[in-house]
């Protein structure tokens, strides 16, 4: 079974910085786009970042550009989000996702991610 497990959240003061972890178990995602994205309360959820198979290629949502770095360990099958400069706005549950296809390149297309983790939330102080 796949399985998505996020890890890293908290509560933060803003300013702060957050590493957010996505552990992926049941298959590998080496050769696979994975990403983030967020749902705020009383919002839609939410492209954050994405990852390239070989981490060469990345994308950032406007509002994240600058202060969030995506990054990925192929050998440990985990990607990471270290979330810097943190926000009142950046408070949400933040999860993980993964595309079964092989070196496609949808980022921030929800629903060209196949797998999901269950989240982690993240609240910012002011």
């Known amino acids: 079974q796949v399985q998505l497990a996020e890890s890293g959240g908290g509560l933060v003061q803003a300013g702060g910085s957050l590493r957010l972890s996505c552990a992926a178990s049941?298959?590998?995602?080496?050769?696979?786009?994975m990403g983030w994205f967020r749902q705020g309360p009383g919002k839609e959820r939410e492209f954050v970042a994405a990852?390239?198979?070989?981490?060469?290629?990345?994308y950032y949502a406007d509002s994240v550009k600058g202060r969030f770095t995506i990054s990925r360990d192929n050998a440990k099958n985990t990607i990471y989000l270290q979330m810097n400069s943190l926000k009142p706005e950046d408070t949400a549950v933040y999860y993980c996702?993964?595309?079964?296809?092989?070196?496609?390149?949808?980022?921030?297309?929800?629903?060209?991610?196949?797998?999901w983790g269950q989240g982690t939330q993240v609240t910012v102080s002011s």
């Open positions: 049941g298959r590998t995602f080496s050769r696979n786009t």
């Open positions: 990852i390239s198979w070989n981490g060469v290629t990345t």
């Open positions: 996702a993964a595309d079964s296809s092989t070196f496609r390149w949808f980022p921030t297309v929800g629903s060209e991610y196949d797998y």
